[in-house]
Antibody, heavy 121, light 113 residues
């Protein structure tokens, strides 16, 4: 059974940093691209960043460029999102999502339960 | 950036009725020979994560009931729920994966009439 479990969310002040983790199990993690998708309270889905299975490809939404860094540790089956210079409009539930293929840029066939990030003073 | 526009924003349907949801892309998200369409549909219920329903515009994901069907090509796509069950009342999102950044539509909420 595929499982994606996010952690690391919480309350942070504007300008602060946070690192999200997503522990994956039930599939061959290194063979699949992974993404972070967020959802602001009461709003729709917004793709944030993606990383290919082998790490050669990394992509960011404009809203994340220069502030967020996606990475993965295939030996630990874990996906990360380092978020710096956080703003109030980064407040959202952050979902970890598994790409249906290895090279990124496809549909997401499995999602985690999400981790809430709240940016507020 | 490819902008995805869903309509209507809210759809009121009685159980057992048919629901038709639309998704329009700002540019073509199909291959040049129209053999492949880079569009997915997701269902999200309150407090839950999204669930993949359809990919490739018309291919049901594993375990998705046959009452869900997708169609369309180019810039116009449709999700049809043939006979709404109580568990189908939710928000539905389309997503394009023809180009970066990946983008979602704003969602259609299917509510009980």
């Amino acid at each position: 059974e595929v499982q994606l479990v996010e952690s690391g969310g919480g309350l942070v002040e504007p300008g602060g940093s946070l690192r999200l983790s997503c522990a994956a199990s039930g599939f061959s993690f290194s063979n699949y691209a992974m993404s972070w998708v967020r959802q602001a309270p009461g709003k729709g889905l917004e793709w944030v960043s993606a990383i290919s299975g082998s790490d050669y490809g990394i992509w960011y939404a404009d809203s994340a460029k220069g502030r967020f860094t996606i990475s993965r540790d295939n030996s630990k089956n874990t996906l990360y999102l380092q978020m710096n210079s956080l703003r109030a409009d980064d407040t959202a539930i952050y979902f970890c999502a598994k790409d249906s293929q290895g090279n990124g840029g496809h549909d997401f066939d499995y999602w985690g339960q999400g981790s809430l990030v709240t940016v507020s003073s | 950036e490819i902008v995805m526009t869903q309509s209507p924003a809210t759809l009121s349907v009685s159980p057992g009725e048919r629901a038709t949801l639309s998704c329009r892309a700002s540019q073509s998200i199909s291959s040049s020979n129209l053999a492949w369409h880079n569009l997915a549909w997701y269902q999200q219920k309150p407090g839950q994560s999204p669930r993949l329903l359809i990919y490739g515009a018309s291919i049901r994901a594993t375990g998705i009931p046959v009452r869900f069907s997708g169609s369309g090509s180019g810039t116009e796509f449709t999700l049809t729920i043939s006979s709404l069950q109580s568990e189908d009342f939710a928000v539905y999102y389309c997503q394009q994966y023809a180009d970066w950044p990946l983008t979602f539509g704003g969602g259609t909420k299917v509510e009980i009439k």
